[in-house]
């Protein structure tokens, strides 16, 4: 993709980010997934973005399901909190995890059969409640761990290494979260370094649930010919919306654009989405628009990715709910107990 020309070129990584850390802070164990797994790259972008945004690796909860999508979690941030769930249930302890704590900065990573098949009913909820997560879905079109099956977002036509052609129709992520209400829903490559770093770093600046569905293509499975998730299909057939630049809260980076060209984004936190618009009508802001977008570039055979749809103003789940700031688990007795005297009240409306 062609470098953004609106934004002034990134100075050089500094050595520690704006808390004083150094980015073998944020790295985890030695990966075991297989060497050119998207997966991979997909972990780097994670230590980038997390890295770039200071976020403390100790007040971060990584949660995934089952997959080798959900065993990425040990390669990043070995110093935040951690749950590798049953298989699809990820997102349940999530929810439980953000309302019992909501001082975490909660990280999903899941994969396309951990979220698309065994966990859909679980990530339907998720989303329509708009939990504050970012939920990663690490998406190659198989289930990788047991040996490449067709998932649920294998597009009909695509191939195994067999020969085998899926015939159930796909389905798209991105599209069903837009149905139920998503408040962020964007598509990146894990080989598109500068989209997914944008699109991650959204995501931590986010308020609500943030689904990132990124193509993520198995070299072991899933990467032949005649498969519409290998490196060369989604780089052939990658059909950027806009060219995605992130300004944080905490960077003043003066922008110049052509009016009419860029729109600008403004999260929840203050920090600014850049969309260099490649498409002259598209608004990231009409959801509408977002989801006849997607169901036309299926139907032309294209990889649609950028950002789909953004309200930064949704309410989420932790809002509706009108939780208490602290931590559960350190509210005293006082906060969680009725006293005395309204339990008798209760108890007096009872006889
Ligand atoms: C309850 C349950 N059913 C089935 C399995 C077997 N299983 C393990 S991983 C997996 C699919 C993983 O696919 P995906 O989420 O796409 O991750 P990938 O390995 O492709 O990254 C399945 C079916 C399981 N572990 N638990
Ligand atoms: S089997 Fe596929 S998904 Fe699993 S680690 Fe290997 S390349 Fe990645
Ligand atoms: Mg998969």
Same mark, same amino acid.
């Given at each position: ?5 609106? #934004?002034?070129?990134?100075? $050089?990584?500094?050595? #520690? ?31 980038? $973005? ?11 909860? @990584? ?10 979690? $040990? ?61 990663? #879905? ?150 509408? @628009? ?62």
């Amino acid at each position: 993709m062609a470098a953004d020309p609106t #934004v002034s070129a990134a100075p $050089a990584a500094p050595r #520690v980010n704006r808390i004083g850390l150094p980015i073998l802070e944020y790295r985890g164990g030695k990966s075991t997934l297989c060497a050119g797994c998207g997966h991979n790259a997909i972990s780097e972008r994670i230590v980038d $973005a997390m890295f770039r945004m200071g976020v403390p690796p100790e007040k971060v909860a @990584k949660l995934s399901g089952i997959g080798c999508s959900s065993k990425s979690p $040990a390669y990043f941030m070995s110093r935040s909190h951690a749950f590798n769930t049953v298989h699809g249930r990820m997102p349940s302890v999530a929810t439980g995890a953000v309302l019992a704590n909501r001082t975490l900065r909660a990280l999903g990573v899941s994969g396309d059969g951990d979220t698309g098949s065994i966990g859909i009913g679980q990530f339907v909820h998720l989303v329509r409640r708009n939990v504050p997560m970012i939920y990663v #879905v690490e998406n190659n079109g198989v289930y990788g761990l047991t040996k490449g099956q067709f998932s649920a977002t294998a597009d009909v036509g695509s191939t195994l290494k067999t020969g085998e052609a899926n015939r159930l129709p796909a389905i798209d992520l991105c599209a069903l979260a837009l149905q139920l209400g998503a408040s962020f829903v964007a598509r990146s490559f894990s080989g598109d370094k500068k989209q997914l770093s944008a699109l991650l770093e959204a995501a931590i600046a986010h308020s609500g649930t943030a689904v990132l569905d990124v193509i993520s293509p198995c070299v072991t499975f899933n990467d032949h010919e005649g498969s519409t998730k290998s490196y060369a299909f989604v780089k052939e057939h990658d059909d950027p919306l806009q060219e995605v630049s992130f300004v944080p809260y905490f960077e003043e980076i003066s922008v110049q654009y052509e009016p009419g060209s860029v729109a600008e984004v403004k999260l929840h936190d203050g920090s600014r989405l850049i969309l260099r618009k490649l498409e002259e009508a598209y608004d990231a802001t009409d959801r509408v @628009k977002a989801q006849t977008r997607i169901s036309e570039a299926h139907a032309k055979g294209e990889v649609l990715t950028g950002l789909f749809f953004v309200d930064p103003a949704a309410p989420t789940f932790v809002d509706l709910l009108a939780l208490d700031d602290r931590p559960l688990a350190t509210l005293p007795d006082e906060a969680l107990r009725p006293s005395r005297a309204v339990l008798e009240e209760l108890m007096g409306e009872l006889r």
